[in-house]
């Protein structure tokens, strides 16, 4: 393999495609190719495809139509990775016939293979088969890109086991397969060793990790790990939201408090339709206990509008649910139908919610989160909030940018350098950020790690 190739990495979704990303691009340096800078550079091109929404799809056809010239003129190989490719397996390649190779997320290990296939046998190569739990490798943060950063994600889990009738990641994704504990811990302590702060531990379903010992017990023994400041996790089921996790954000506080607990929806009706498994009231009941145990936690969330048979009356149990909750953020989206989903196969036996209906539902949804995330947000104004600082802010970097426990961003006038923990006191606020100006340092970067 030439030492001069050159890969881009188009990445879409979550968190957890940006972490298989960086694994990709983890197995392609092993083959000695770099990272281009651009994408016109590239001889290699592989789109890190979501499924979750219709239009993330859609997206992602775009990108590939508009990746289609340089395959043209500089004869470079295009891959889809990802859901999409997991999902549409063969399809892929007939959708577009431009494309060189379709893999799974569960393929990436075998991206050399794929690769020789390809370029040495001229071969249209399409690997989706799952990896059984015991082979599964998941991917490690590598130490060398984080040095530098003050936050990192590590993988515990990936899959779902779960069968939310929206949702199409038991279908892309798998079952849930637990990292082992040791090799999460490892992991951290490889981070911390470069200057890493904060960890947010993340999975499809996260709350449900079982290598070896619960998710409270993981969560736990990450927050003791020396050097560890902050433990984030994301993203959860409420089922999961046991007594033993709530107790950990009582006795725990390195474990910040913010909770993302998907609801998705305020009507007990509509949850039934979703195979949620919890009604309104056992999701405020959990919630209340976790409030109770960690008094002002930020609790975010998930909200699907249009769901099928959704009435009016439903859609309003969801404005008051969060009218109750005061969610400090949320996702909405509209309902779109997935493939494989048992929402998808009887949306219409079920009730199509119009498009305009949707649309309308969503913007009142919306409506109601700003003022809630402003309200919010404005009860910080005056106040001295601690900010774990990450660096220059983005749009003005004169200043500096951090966040709260509590997740919310802050960007502040002040000196103190990247890994510190500062005061800082709120001036302004916006629905999505506070702005400020630093008091004093509460703990200087640790000058002994490397
Ligand atoms: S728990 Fe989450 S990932 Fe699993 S099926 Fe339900 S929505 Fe999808």
Known sequence: MSATKRYFIHTFGCQMNASDSMRMGEVLAQLKYVVAPTVEDADLIIVNTCSIREKAEDKMLSTLGRYRSIKVSRHAV???????????????????????FVFGPDAIGKLPQILERVEKDRMRVVETAWMDS???LFPRADPETARGKVTEFVTVMKGCDNVCSFCVVPHTRGREVSRPLEEVLSEVRSLVAV???????????????????PFAQLLRRVAETPG????????????????????????????????????????????????????????????????????????????????????EEDFRGTLALSQAVRFE????????????????????????VPHEVKIERLERLQRLQREISAEIMRAQVGQEVEVLVEGPAKLDPSKSFGRTPENRSVSFDGDAPSGSRVLVKIHASSPNALRGSQKRVLQPVDRSCP
């Not at 200057?195 to 010992?213: D, F, H, K, W």
């Open 78 to 100: 295009i891959g889809v990775g990802g859901c999409v490719a997991q999902q549409e397996k063969s399809r892929l390649l007939q959708r577009a016939p431009f494309v060189d």
């Open 134 to 136: 015991e082979h599964y």
């Open 195 to 213: 200057g890493v702060r904060e960890v947010t531990l993340i999975g499809q379903n996260v709350n449900s990790y079982r290598g070896g010992i």
């Open 228 to 311: 560890v400041e902050r433990v984030r996790f994301t993203t959860s089921h409420p089922h999961d939201l046991s007594d033993e996790l709530i107790e950990v954000f009582a006795d725990q506080p390195r474990v910040a408090p913010h909770f993302h607990l998907p609801v998705q929806c305020g009507s007990d009706r509509v949850l039934a339709r979703m195979r949620r498994d919890y009604t309104v009231e056992q999701y405020l009941e959990r919630l209340g206990l976790l409030r109770q145990a960690r008094p002002g936690i930020a609790v975010t969330t998930d909200i699907i509008v249009g769901f099928p048979g959704e009435d």
């Open 329 to 352: 953020s949320q996702f909405s989206f509209v309902f779109s139908p997935r493939p494989r989903t048992a929402a998808g196969l009887h949306e219409r036996e079920w009730g199509t």
